[in-house]
């Protein structure tokens, strides 16, 4: 950017192979990464980060995606979110969008929707 701000697309997975390969493919596209291991790290290293967007795995230990969607709400109301997981159900997409969720990828991800996703939110 002109003025030297950047913007960084958040990546929060407990599976270090999938961080890395994500952290790869979006630094080959371009973005700033940033990620974290857990939903605790993210809110412990990413306060003072200006993250553009957010990739969540529903299924980590202590908070699952969701648990963290809702409590990014609650500071960060128009993040846009996209959650990743290998299980979907219209369960998990019904409350996933009711706490504003942007986005539902299924694993394996699909690069195009992916970047789809990271480009909108970068503008």
């Given at each position: 950017?002109?003025?030297?701000?950047r913007?960084?697309v958040?990546?929060?997975?407990?599976?270090?192979?999938?961080r890395?390969?994500?952290?790869?493919l979006?630094?080959a596209?371009?973005?700033d990464v940033?990620?974290?291991?857990?939903?605790?790290?993210?809110?412990?290293?990413a306060?003072?980060?200006d993250i553009?967007c957010?990739?969540?795995d529903?299924h980590?230990p202590q908070m699952t995606?969701l648990?963290l969607a809702?409590?990014?709400?609650?500071t960060?109301?128009?993040?846009?979110?996209a959650?990743?997981?290998?299980?979907?159900s219209?369960?998990l997409?019904?409350?996933?969008?009711?706490l504003g969720?942007?986005e539902?990828l299924?694993k394996p991800?699909?690069?195009q929707g992916?970047?789809?996703f990271v480009q909108a939110?970068?503008?």
């Open positions: 950017m002109e003025d030297g701000h913007l960084y958040a990546v929060v997975d407990d599976d270090d192979a999938v890395d390969s994500l952290c790869f979006l630094e596209a371009g973005c940033l990620t974290f291991a857990s939903a605790a790290e993210f809110f412990a290293r306060e003072h980060a553009a957010l990739l969540v529903q980590m995606g648990e809702a409590k990014v709400r609650e960060q109301p128009g993040l846009p979110m959650l990743m997981t290998g299980s979907p219209p369960e997409t019904r409350r996933a969008f009711e969720v942007t539902m299924e991800l699909q690069e992916l970047l789809a939110a970068l503008g």
